[in-house]
């Protein structure tokens, strides 16, 4: 197929302003990419303006909660390397500095796999802006021990039993990840993960204390948060182990009809994919052998559509052609 319909489409698209602050867009289709574009406009390193920047190919985009979906796949190497605990153990017990926490029979009950679907039963709120303090995750990032205020949260629903989404649970993750590895987050995922896939080009912002923001941090190419999306369809390579990718990728909680959560990453019934505020998606689809990367800068608005409008009424609108 031919890289101009898309193209075609894409530039009527943004001329009829369909796809405001649209950023960039990269797919591949059957192993080629059909769609590469780039464009301009007010851009942030989380709560830190860039003020107007012209996107290329080699500018760097946060990816806001993709990062989560990265943390997933890296806490899978870090299990074939035997370096961090089996999903169904006690979560508690591998932060031993706690063990106030720990007394509490249901915060006891939390086990890894609770974090890693987003299942924890604790208090938590992102529904607020990312810019207050109401939000729990940039209350998190306020804490004094991120970590702690994490899991001394009041439960208010039975682990396991209800999705609520949570940046903490993806900085728990992290935490076990770097326990065990003996590296800093961002060290271990240059190591196994970014420089195996030829990603040569990436960043991890970091909080107050010096520590790589796992929620949100991640920054990464365009076509740097493609080859994540690639390495996905392709089962994992000999980089993330295929068995922990296909559990990964299982639906293991239901969000909404025909929409789940499985380890970090969204599971729809033809598709996978890693949202992030403002518009940042990585959507994979095996059923079309498809992978989308957009970056936006749609930040915390309540309606944040461009991403979608690029994958419904370009892309995939364009390849049944």
Partial sequence: MSIHPLADLL????????????????ALHHGQVVLEHYGEGADFKLNEPLGHVRFTPDTL??????T??????????????????????????????????AEDPRRAALTVEHAL?????????????????????????????????????????????RWSYCGGASALVARLIEKGTGLALEDYARTRLFEPLGITCSEWSTGADGVAVAASGLRLTPHGLLTIGRLVLEGG???????WLATTLRPHVRIGEGF??????????????????????????????LVVAVTA?????SDQPTASIVLDEVILKGIER
């Avoid at 800068?297 to 608005?301: I, L, M, P, T």
């Fill in 11 to 26: 530039a009527l698209t943004v001329e009829r302003n369909r796809v405001p602050d649209l950023h960039a867009v990269v």
């Fill in 61 to 66: 985009h946060d990816m806001r909660s993709v």
């Fill in 68 to 101: 989560k979906s990265v943390v997933g796949l890296l806490y899978g190497i870090a299990l074939a390397d035997g370096r961090v605990p089996e999903p169904h153990e006690p979560l508690l017990r591998h932060f031993a500095e706690y063990p106030d926490l």
């Fill in 117 to 161: 679907t987003m299942t924890l039963g604790l208090e938590w709120n992102e529904d607020v802006p990312y810019t207050s303090a109401a939000n729990s995750e940039i209350a998190m990032e306020l804490a004094p021990d991120r970590w702690r205020h994490v899991l001394g949260q009041r439960i208010v629903d039975e682990p396991g039993t």
């Fill in 237 to 243: 390579r000999d980089i993330v182990p295929g068995s």
């Fill in 260 to 289: 789940h959560y499985g380890y970090q990453w969204y599971v729809g019934d033809t598709w996978i994919g890693g949202f992030g505020n403002g518009g940042q998606r990585v959507y994979v689809s095996p059923i079309l052998d």
């Fill in 297 to 301: 800068g749609q930040y915390d608005r």
